[in-house]
């Protein structure tokens, strides 16, 4: 079965230093894997995606995510982090249930802590 | 403005008392989908529509019903709701090209319903 794995429940770093966000996953057939973001009392707001092409991926914010094959990963990345990335993040990946039909499978989250 | 619209936004209810929560998009996008968002389980899918008619349960879909009769409109309905459905929902919706998977995919939220059944 498909399956999406966020190891950290929660991430701190320090403002201006480099962050990670951990995803693995499990697909059969190629992933289409996201990253959302979720700030209190919002929805969740996308951030970034892979479906094909160069393994590290550019989105919104200055966030990055690096694709490994090999390592059936997804990890979230930023140079510099900023308190206002304070959120919760999540990892999915796109489920392809029949020829016709799909859904998506989230990960269970990581909060992000950044310390001013 | 391109958006997702759930209502209502918080609810308390009681323990067997029917009610739907609303989900539209002016996106015109074809797939649908509702979730519930549980501390420590992350999102789960309840239910999903890949377009008019057409939907499927989640891996939740227990005590929930759905349609899907306009593009537009996805409500959730708890006919009979219990305590163990307490939770935040989120309606979200994507595009997809005709013809199937060359969907790019991201979904589009709505701001979520907190669902309190006592």
């Known amino acids: 079965a498909q399956s999406v794995a966020q190891p950290e429940d929660q991430v701190n770093v320090a403002e201006g230093n480099p962050l990670t966000v951990k995803c693995t996953y499990s697909?059969?057939?190629?992933?289409?894997l996201f990253w959302y973001v979720q700030y209190p009392n919002r929805g969740l707001q996308f951030l970034l995606k892979?479906?094909?092409?160069?393994?590290l991926v550019k989105g919104s914010y200055g966030f990055e995510a690096e694709f490994n094959k090999s390592q059936t990963s997804f990890h979230l990345k930023k140079p510099s982090a900023l308190v206002s990335d304070s959120a919760l993040y999540f990892c999915?990946?796109?489920?392809?249930?029949?020829?016709?039909?799909?859904?998506?499978?989230f990960g269970t989250g990581t909060r992000l802590k950044v310390l001013a | 403005e391109a958006q997702v619209t759930q209502n209502p936004r918080y609810l308390i209810t009681v323990t067997g008392k029917k009610l739907t929560v609303t989900c539209s998009q002016n996106?015109?996008?074809?797939?649908m989908s509702w979730y519930r968002q549980d501390p420590g389980l992350g999102l789960r899918q309840i239910y999903y529509?890949?377009?008019?008619?057409?939907?499927d349960k989640g891996d939740v879909p227990e005590g929930y019903k759905v349609s899907r009769k306009e593009k537009r409109n996805f409500p959730l309905i708890l006919e009979s709701p219990s305590p163990n459905q307490t939770s935040l929902y989120f309606c979200?919706?994507?595009?997809?090209?005709?013809?199937?998977?060359?969907?790019?995919?991201?979904?589009?939220f709505g701001e979520g319903s907190r669902l309190t059944v006592l």
């Open positions: 979200a919706s994507s595009s997809y090209t005709s013809g199937g998977f060359l969907n790019t995919g991201e979904l589009f």
């Open positions: 697909v059969s057939g190629n992933p289409y």
């Open positions: 892979y479906i094909t092409g160069d393994n």
């Open positions: 999915a990946v796109r489920d392809i249930v029949t020829s016709g039909t799909y859904k998506y499978i």
């Open positions: 996106m015109n996008h074809e797939y």
């Open positions: 529509s890949m377009n008019v008619e057409v939907t």
